[in-house]
C-alpha cells in the first residue's frame, strides 16, 4: 500500500474537484476553507471543476460560498462548460437535441445554440447526466442519430454518480443505451479526464499545464486528467479512493494526501 506523501512546493495554480475533495454533500471537509485561503494568500489561482452537470457554474459559486469559501462563477468550469467550449469549436450554430435536464438545455440556449426536440432538425445529440431520461428522449436521440446522422457529444463519462445514499446513474448510462440502439459512438466525452476539459481548465487558470496541481479524489478522472496534460496530480482519500486501491491502478497519482489538510508542504503547513 503506498503511504500518503505531500506536494513539496506550492503551484502557480490549482484545479480543485468538488464533492469527495472540497465537499461531501452539503458539509465543506476538514481544513478545505483553510487550505484554500492560504493557497490563495500566496498568489496561488484557483479553479474548481466539476462534471456533474445538474447545476450550473453560479449554483457552485453560491454553494462553496455559503460553505465558506468564497467563489464566484468565473471560478468554477463545469462539463457544460467544456461541452459550450468544444460546441463553439467543432460545432458552431449547430441545432442540438438534448438528452439533459433542464438546466444544461438552458446553458446552451443561453449560449446561442437552437435546441430542439424533433430528431429530423438535430445536427448534435448532446447526451448528458439526466433524471429524467425515458423511452421517449430515447427514441428521439435514436431518430436523429440513426437516420438523420446527428453527431452524439456527452458531457461526462462517469457511470455512476456517488450520494450520500450509494449513487444513482450518471451520463455514461444514457449514453451506452443511445449508443446502444444507434449504433453509432460518441465522437467526443468532454468532462474530465477529456482534454476538452483540460483546455477549458487552463484557459481559465492562463497558465501552462507544468505550474498547475489537480487535486481530486477520482484516478481515472482527475488523475488522469492531470498525467494525460502535464500537470501535477494530487489525490485525495476523503472521496471515492481508497488507498488499498492505488497500487495495481492504471493511472498513479504524483502525491497522495489524506486530506486538504496535508496539500500544503509540510514546513509551511506547520507554520
Known amino acids: 500500500m503506498r503511504l500518503p506523501t505531500r506536494p513539496t512546493q506550492i503551484y502557480p495554480g490549482y484545479v480543485f474537484d468538488l464533492d469527495g475533495t472540497v465537499y461531501l454533500g452539503d458539509s465543506l ?3 478545505a476553507a483553510e487550505t484554500i485561503r492560504e493557497l490563495r494568500r500566496r498568489g496561488s489561482h484557483v479553479v474548481y471543476v466539476t462534471n456533474k452537470p445538474l447545476e450550473t457554474a453560479d449554483d457552485y459559486a453560491r ?5 465558506g469559501v468564497p467563489t464566484v462563477r468565473a471560478d ?23 438528452v439533459a435536464e433542464q438546466s444544461t438545455t438552458d446553458e ?3 449560449a446561442g445554440f437552437t435546441v430542439t426536440t424533433k430528431p429530423h432538425e438535430a445536427q ?12 421517449e428522449k430515447l427514441n428521439a436521440a435514436f431518430q436523429a442519430v440513426r437516420y438523420g446522422g446527428a453527431a452524439i457529444v456527452a458531457t461526462n463519462p462517469d457511470p455512476y454518480c456517488p450520494t450520500p445514499e450509494g449513487g444513482i446513474p450518471d451520463c455514461a448510462a444514457m449514453l451506452a443505451a443511445i449508443e446502444a440502439c444507434s449504433g453509432a459512438r460518441a465522437e467526443a466525452v468532454v468532462g474530465k479526464p477529456s482534454i476538452h476539459m483540460a483546455r477549458a481548465l487552463l484557459g481559465r487558470l492562463g497558465m501552462p499545464a507544468e505550474g498547475v496541481a489537480v487535486v481530486g479524489d477520482r484516478l481515472l478522472t482527475d488523475i ?4 494525460s496534460m502535464g ?9 471515492a479512493t481508497s488507498a488499498d486501491s492505488i ?3 492504471p493511472v498513479q497519482p504524483h502525491y497522495v494526501i489524506g486530506s486538504l489538510s496535508e496539500l500544503l508542504p509540510d514546513g509551511l503547513a506547520r507554520r
Open 231 to 239: 500537470m501535477t496530480g494530487v489525490l485525495v482519500l476523503t472521496g
Open 63 to 67: 454553494k462553496l460560498t455559503r460553505l
Open 29 to 31: 471537509l476538514p481544513q
Open 247 to 249: 497500487d495495481g491502478a
Open 108 to 110: 446552451l440556449s443561453a
Open 224 to 227: 488522469a486528467m492531470a498525467r
Open 76 to 98: 468554477v468550469v463545469t462539463s457544460v462548460d467544456a461541452l459550450v467550449d468544444y460546441l463553439g469549436r467543432e460545432h458552431p450554430c449547430a441545432t442540438v437535441l438534448a
Open 124 to 135: 448534435v445529440v448532446v447526451v448528458s447526466f439526466d433524471r429524467s431520461f425515458d423511452y
